[in-house]
Each structure stands twice: as C-alpha cells, then as structure tokens.
C-alpha cells in the first residue's frame, strides 16, 4: 500500500494542531484516527473517528491500533508533563512499568525518546508533521512585510550561538535577546510566560528600552527528535512578542510548527513586529 493510502493515528496534545494536522492528512490521501488525551485534547477532535483515553491508559491505545492494523503514529500538541503517580496506569501499561517509570526520569528529550522506543517496541512506525502536514512548518526567510534589521539579525546570531551551548542540558527552545544580551531563556513555564517575564521587566523598570527591541529566537535543541517535539508559534506567541515589545521572531525554517501562517504574519505586521525563518541547524 503506498504511504497516500495508509491509516495513521494521530496521538493528540492540546491545541489546535492535532485538528489541523488531521486535516492536512485526510486531503493528502491518508485515513485518520485520532487518540485524544482527556484533559489536554480539544473536543473537536470528535470529529474525526477517535477515542478518549486517559495518559495511563497505554494498553487501550495498543489495542485500537492493532484492532485497525494502524502502523504510522504521530504525536501532535503539547502535553503537561505528568508524574508516575497521576498515571493511573491500566493492565497494559501496568505490564511496561518499569519503562514508563524510566523515561519520566530526567529531561523532556529523554522522556519523549523513551516513549518512541515504547510504541517501537510494538511495531510502530512514528512520523511527524514533516511527512503529514510539511506546509504547516515555516518557510526560510522573510515571512512578513516588516523585515529584520541589522541590529536583529546580531542578536538572532547570539541567541543561535547560546541555544546550541544549552541544547545538552535539555532545556527551553527559546530566548529572547536584546543588544546582544540575552535577557530571558525559556525553560518549563514556555515561550509565552517567558514573554511574560520580558513585558513585566519593562513595565516595572527592570529592563528600560526605547520602543520595541528584542527578538524571539525560537529554534529545536541539537539532537532532539522533531518527529515527536517540534517548537511551534501561532498567534498567541505574536500576541505576546507584542506585549513584550519585541521587534520580531525568528523561528528556525522546517523545524517549527506555523499555525494560521497569513493571519500569523497580518497581526505581525499590524503590530510592527518581524517574522524570519533561519537556517538553525549547525
């Protein structure tokens, strides 16, 4: 069976990308079953032939998939991460608990690579949104009518050379720069509360800048598996590079997720803001 005829299932996080992804597969030939996270998937997934599953409930999973003969799987949306305790595990995962309790030990990288090797382990084949949805990554260069200036593109150069040097100790995937000074690293609060940070240290003071200046620089840490955790932006984040008073984003091309990618460069524009895909990796 070529890759447009086979099904796949759709591991669905929150946010509106395992919807969307969805759809993009659906048009490009490929049967969809959707496997919502309770308390993280949104309800429209129901649109879709889906079940509902609780985190712990991994033998449920198995068993849909083999019961569809389902191979391809994708993991879409974003995930608070859990503890051991808040499993709830059934049989199935029960039977793999000593696995589960090891990749929940150390870093986001680890833990989501222990998972790959868990669905692996079962005869699966795990694909990202690069093979499903490619449209939906950022382009390479300029994605807005407001360009990056000169002053942007030396702090895009510093905040590339300070996530490769973070990437080993599996942190954040973003930071914000400011006259070559990085004054904010993403670390588990996420790209929009960091932005948080940056509008509260202007507003009391602690970081004095006339007009927008700063830049996003959003890219994936060295070796990080992006069939299965890719960085993404959508709206919200140019909301927040607004309120923060940035001069623009720049997001590494082909290893960041774009939602909505006209709407997303029109509010940027509307708000003087910049958005640039970079070549990120080294």
Known sequence: MSAAGQPVAIICGNGRFPKTVAEAAQLAGRPVFLV???????????????????????????RSLKDRNIIDVAFIGGLVR?????????????????DIARLLLGGDDHALSG????????????IGVQELAPALLVPMGQITKTAASAEALADL????????????????????VAKRRIVAIEAAEGTDLMLRRIADLKQNGRLRAKG?????????????????????????TVAACAEAQLAGLFVAAGEVLMLDRAALAAKADAAGLFVHGFEGRA
């Open 36 to 62: 919502g996270l309770k308390g993280a998937a949104e309800e429209g997934i129901s649109a879709f032939p889906h079940i509902w599953v609780r985190i712990g409930e991994l033998g449920k999973v198995f």
């Open 82 to 98: 859990p503890e051991l305790s808040d499993l709830r595990p059934d049989f199935g995962a029960l039977a793999r608990l000593p």
């Open 115 to 126: 998972l790959v090797k868990l669905f692996e382990a079962e005869g699966h084949r795990i």
């Open 157 to 176: 150069d510093v905040g590339m050379r300070c996530l490769r040097a973070l990437s080993p100790f599996d942190a954040g995937q973003g930071l914000v």
């Open 212 to 236: 927008a200046s700063g830049v996003l620089v959003k890219m994936p840490k060295a070796g990080q598996d992006l069939r299965v955790d890719l960085p993404a932006i959508g709206l919200k």
